[in-house]
C-alpha cells in the first residue's frame, strides 16, 4: 500500500508537470464549454420557451456536468498517447506499484479539473447563474461532480491503453461530445418522445445534471423521470460507484498484463 | 545454475493469434558478457525481449533472470533489470532533468535530484538539461533514455536497437556506455540491425530465425563455421566464368558473381588455399586479374548465409 502512494504520488507529479509543461489540452477542454454558455445560452436560449436568464441557470450545471464527461476523452488522449510513445512500457519494466500509473494519472486529472473549472464557474455567475441553494449543498454539488470526472476519467484510461494510437484516441475522444446531447444536459428531457426520453434519462450525464440542478437548487427535480434521475443524488453515486467499479480493475489489469 | 548465467530460459512460446512468435527459446547469457540477439525481421527478437523484461507473459517455458523466477516473481525481476529500446521509452512532455529525477525516484534511489545531475553530466545533456525532451534530436533522445535505465545500475540490461538511426559520434558514446557497464557485471542482451555493432559489443551472438535460436557462438566461431571468403576482380567482364570455374575448382563451392564489380566470390573451409596458389591457378586460366583476397568472413556473410538456408 505504501508503495501505493509513493509510486502513486510520484505518477501525480509527472502528469501535473506534463500539464504545466504543455497546458494546450487543459486550455482547449476547458474553454470550450464557455464557448457553449455563450452560444447555447444566447443564440439557441432566444429560441426557447424557457426565458433566456432561466436557460442559462439550467444551462450551467448541464455543461458543468458534459465537461467532467470529457474526463473520457482527456484520459484516453493521455494513456493512447503514454501507450503509444512507449512510456506505459518503459514504467511496466520498473519495480513500482501496479495501480500507481493509472492512479496516478486520474488523481492528477482530478487536480487539474478542480482549478480548471473555475472560469467556467465564474463565467456562469456573470450570465446570470446562481447558487440558489445551501451552501453545504452547492459543496456536496462539486463534489459529485468531480467524483463524475473520476470516474470518467478511469472510462478513458482504459479505453485509451486498448486502443494504443493517439489518432484514434482522438477521433474517439471527439465522440464523447455526442454523448451529453443524448441527455437532459442541454435540453428538459420531459418534451422528448417516451422512449428516446428513456435512453436519455439513464445516460449518467443525466441523473449527474439533474443532481446539481437540484443541490444548486437551479431546477426542481423533474416528475416521472426514470430512477436515477427521479432520485439524482442516490442516481449519481450509484453510477459513479458501477463505473468505478468497472473500469478501475479493467484499467489496472489492462496495465499490469500489457498485451492487445 | 541459478547464479551461474543472468538471463536463462528454457523453451519460451508466444503466440499472437495464429503467428507463433517464439518456438521455443533457449537462451543463456552470463554476467558481465553482452550477448548480441541478431535475426531477418519477424524472428522474435523483440518478443523475446518483450518477455524477458516482463513485459509480456510467455504461453509456455520458463525462465530465470537475475536469480529470479520470471513467472513467479517478475516483480522481483523489475529491481534488476533496465530496459532502453525502441518501445520503452522517456515522457516527450517532460524536460530531460525531470524525467531521470522521476525515474530516479521510481527506483527509490537516495538523492534523485543529484544522481540526475550527475548523469546528465555524464551523458552530455547538462545544456540541453531544462528542455522537454520531445525537442531533442535523436541521438540526445537515445542518450536521455540509456540514462534513464542506467538511474540504478542494472544487473541485466535489455538493449533493443539502441542505436539505430544515430551518428557515428553518438553510436560510439552508447558502446562505451554498455561496455564500461559490462565491464561491471552487468550482463546484456542487445538487438541490433547492424552487424558491426554486434561485432563490437557482443561476447557471444545467438542468431534467430523464426522463432527459435538457430545458431549460438562468439563472432569469430559463427565466421568460422563458414570458413574463407575468396574473392577476386577480374579486368574483363567475359573471364569471369572462367574466373568462376577455377574457384568452383579450388573451393567446391558454387561462387557468386557481381558483373558491376566484375568481382567472383565463394566460400572455403580448405586450409592448404594460399593467396599465391590462387593467383597462379587463375594466371594459367588466362584470367586476367585486377584483385584477389582471402578474409574471414563478416558477420553479415554469416548472416546472409542463415537467409539463404532458410530460403532453400
Known amino acids: 500500500m505504501s508503495t501505493l502512494v509513493y509510486d502513486g504520488g510520484a505518477m501525480l507529479g509527472r502528469q501535473l508537470r506534463r500539464v504545466r509543461n504543455n497546458p494546450g489540452l487543459l486550455i482547449l477542454t476547458q474553454t470550450m464549454p464557455i464557448n457553449m454558455l455563450l452560444f447555447f445560452g444566447y443564440v439557441f436560449g432566444s429560441a426557447l420557451a424557457m426565458p433566456g436568464e432561466e436557460y442559462r441557470s439550467f444551462l450551467v450545471p448541464g455543461l458543468l456536468v458534459a465537461t467532467a464527461a470529457n474526463g473520457i476523452m482527456t484520459g484516453m488522449f493521455q494513456a493512447a498517447q503514454d501507450t503509444h510513445r512507449g512510456v506505459t512500457d518503459r514504467l511496466r519494466t520498473l519495480p513500482m506499484s501496479r495501480a500507481a500509473v493509472p492512479l496516478g494519472q486520474t488523481v492528477a486529472d482530478l487536480v487539474v479539473t478542480a482549478v480548471g473549472t473555475l472560469p467556467l464557474l465564474l463565467t456562469g455567475l456573470l450570465v446570470g447563474w446562481r447558487i440558489e441553494g445551501p451552501a453545504l449543498e452547492a459543496v456536496g454539488a462539486l463534489g459529485l461532480l468531480l467524483l463524475f470526472r473520476f470516474a470518467m476519467t478511469w472510462i478513458g484510461v482504459f479505453l485509451g491503453m486498448l486502443t494504443r494510437s493517439e489518432e484514434a484516441a482522438g477521433q474517439l475522444g471527439a465522440a464523447t461530445f455526442l454523448l451529453p446531447l443524448l441527455s ?17 434519462e439513464w445516460n449518467p450525464i443525466s441523473a449527474v445534471t439533474t443532481a446539481l440542478r437540484d443541490l444548486f437548487g437551479n431546477a426542481p427535480v423533474p416528475d416521472g423521470a426514470a430512477w436515477p434521475v427521479a432520485h439524482p443524488v442516490a442516481g449519481s453515486l450509484a453510477w459513479c460507484a458501477v463505473l468505478l467499479a468497472v473500469f478501475v480493475p479493467l484499467a489496472v489489469r489492462r496495465y499490469a498484463r500489457g498485451e492487445g | 545454475m541459478t547464479s551461474t548465467y543472468a538471463v536463462l530460459s528454457e523453451g519460451l512460446r508466444k503466440r499472437f493469434g495464429e503467428v507463433e512468435a517464439l518456438r521455443g527459446l533457449d537462451l543463456a547469457v552470463a554476467p558481465g558478457t553482452v550477448c548480441g540477439l541478431l535475426g531477418p525481421n519477424g524472428a522474435g527478437k523483440t518478443t523475446a525481449v518483450r518477455l524477458l523484461a516482463t513485459l509480456l507473459r510467455p504461453d509456455a517455458g520458463s525462465a530465470r533472470v537475475a536469480g529470479h523466477d520470471l513467472l513467479r516473481d517478475p516483480a522481483a525481476v523489475r529491481r534488476h533489470i533496465g530496459v532502453t529500446g525502441q518501445y520503452a521509452s522517456v515522457d516527450g512532455d517532460l524536460t530531460g532533468r525531470q524525467n531521470l529525477r522521476l525515474f530516479a525516484r521510481l527506483h527509490r534511489v537516495r538523492g534523485p535530484a543529484g544522481r540526475a545531475d550527475e548523469l546528465l553530466e555524464r551523458f552530455g545533456l547538462t545544456e540541453a538539461a531544462d528542455r522537454p525532451a520531445s525537442t531533442y534530436s535523436g541521438g540526445m533522445r537515445r542518450r536521455l533514455d540509456l540514462a534513464a535505465t542506467l538511474v540504478r545500475r542494472p544487473d541485466v540490461l535489455f538493449l533493443d536497437e539502441p542505436t539505430t538511426g544515430l551518428d557515428p559520434a553518438s553510436r560510439g558514446r552508447i558502446w562505451e556506455a554498455v561496455r564500461e557497464l559490462a565491464a561491471d557485471g552487468t550482463a546484456a542482451l ?32 559463427l565466421k568460422a563455421v563458414l570458413g574463407t571468403q575468396v574473392e577476386v576482380v577480374v579486368a574483363d567482364v567475359d573471364t569471369m566464368v572462367d574466373a568462376a570455374a577455377v574457384l568452383d575448382r579450388l573451393t567446391g563451392a558454387e561462387p557468386t558473381l557481381d558483373r558491376e564489380r566484375r568481382a567472383v566470390g565463394a566460400l572455403t573451409r580448405d586450409d592448404t588455399l594460399t593467396l599465391p596458389r590462387l593467383v597462379r591457378e587463375l594466371d594459367a586460366a588466362g584470367v586476367p586479374l585486377v584483385d584477389a583476397s582471402l578474409r574471414p568472413p563478416t558477420l553479415d556473410d554469416v548472416f546472409l548465409r542463415l537467409t539463404e538456408e532458410r530460403a532453400a
Open chain 2, 190 to 221: 542487445l538487438t541490433t540491425q547492424y552487424l558491426e555493432e554486434a561485432d563490437q559489443l557482443a561476447d557471444d551472438i545467438a542468431l534467430m530465425d523464426r522463432g527459435r535460436i538457430a545458431r549460438t557462438g562468439s563472432p569469430a566461431q
Open chain 1, 184 to 200: 437532459n444536459a442541454y435540453i428538459p428531457a420531459d418534451g422528448l418522445p417516451g422512449w428516446l426520453r428513456t435512453v436519455a
